[in-house]
Structure formats: C-alpha cells, structure tokens
C-alpha cells in the first residue's frame, strides 16, 4: 500500500465506498422488500382475515340473541318478524364475509379449521330454518304467552267454581244472596273476553263457544238467585 501511488489510493478507497454502498443498498432494498411482503400479508391477508371471522362471530351473535329472544313468553306478535329478518340479515351478511375469506391465502391448519367451520355452519344454517320454520308455525296460534294464558284460564275456573259454591250453599245450606254473579261481563273472565282478539279463526271459534257458555252460566245463576230471593 505503501508503494501505491496517491492517485490509485484514492481510487481503492473509492472502490471501497462503493463496495460498501452497493452492500448496504442490497441490504437496505432486501429489508424493504421483506418489510412489503411482510406489510403486504398483514394488510391484504391477516387484517382482512380477522376482520371477516370476527364480522361471523358478531353476526353469530346477534342470530343466537334474535333466536333466545323469540323463545321468550309474552313477545309481542308484531314484533317478532323484526327477529325475523334480524337472524336472515344476519346469516347474509355471515355468508358474505365467509365468502371473502375463503379467497384468502391459508395454511394447511387454518384451511383445516376452515373445513370443519364450513360443515359446522351449514348444520348451524339446517337447524336455524328448522327452528325458524317451527317459531312461524307457533305465531299463527296468536298466543304469545302459552303459560300466562294456561294461568289465566285456570284462575277463571276457580272464580266460577267458587261462584257455583256460592250458588249451591244458598240452595242447599239456605245461606244468604251475594252481590254479583249474575252479570257475564264483569267477572275476570268476561273481562278478559270482551277485549281479547284473533286471526285465528280455530281459536276464535272456540272462544266463541266459550263466551256463549260462559254468558248462559251467569245468566243461569242470576236467575237461581232471583228464584231464591222471591
């Protein structure tokens, strides 16, 4: 090096820099090109990937709820089909993001669990129509509240029964007349039938049959104790 003239010095150490340079410029653009690859999977593949299974799990969510809230006692008819549409909209939208996911890029085990929620999703799918299909078939009996209305009519038979206790201990027991009893429109049960409605023509006409009777029988007890009273 010593020997070396000024002039080629100056050019070794020029061809040094440049070495160097082109070194840490393939450096740099290997980085950058594994930093866009990396950048490209996350924005292009994993960001979209998560955002679509957590858009099924969301929607999955509010299918469950519309479903659990169809099963609650006392739903109000009209506003039923709103839980309705929620659970179709729901599985549409579910379907959409599936759709996009299923063109992303995946792993052997990703693409596995992917299989086995696309078989598990078509059976969720089944059981959803099936459920919905019976829930439609229930909201044409018009009784929202099958239980409510079994209490009800139960709570109208002891109010007779007892009204006919009363009626038979006068007959019987010579106890003295009551108030009341012989007007089919202001007991519990002439209450709640002159203001209870149906489309359902089978239910309307049985409690049709049972406004008729239930008219006679307070008509038939005024008159017993009309004739006891005399």
Known sequence: MR??????KLALAFATVTIIATILALLGYYGAKTNHDRLYKISEVNLPGVQNLM????????????MRALCVPGVLLK?????????????????????????????????????????????FKKVSA???ELSKKF????????????????QFRKDHWILTNK????????????IGGDDYTACNA???LSEFKTDNSALANEILA????????????????????A
């Not at 009784?143 to 409510?148: A, C, G, V």
């Not at 009626?167 to 009551?178: C, D, G, Q, T, Y």
Request: glycine share 6%.
């Open 3 to 8: 020997n070396l003239s000024l002039g080629k």
């Open 55 to 66: 858009t099924i799990e969301a929607e999955a969510t509010c299918i469950r709820g519309a």
């Open 79 to 123: 506003n039923r089909p709103d839980y309705y549409k929620q659970i179709e909209d729901s599985i549409a939208i579910s379907d959409k993001a599936g759709a996009v996911y299923e063109t992303l890029p995946k792993t052997e085990a990703e693409q596995k669990i992917w299989n086995e929620f696309q078989a598990s999703w078509s059976d």
């Open 130 to 132: 099936a459920y919905i």
């Open 139 to 154: 909201d044409k009996n018009e009784i929202s509240d099958p239980k409510e209305l079994g209490m009800k009519l139960e």
């Open 167 to 178: 009626i038979l201990s006068m007959v019987f027991l010579n106890e003295p007349s009551f």
């Open 190 to 192: 002439g209450k709640w």
């Open 210 to 229: 049972i406004k008729d009777s239930h008219a006679k029988f307070h008509q038939t007890a005024g008159k017993i104790k009309k004739l006891i009273e």
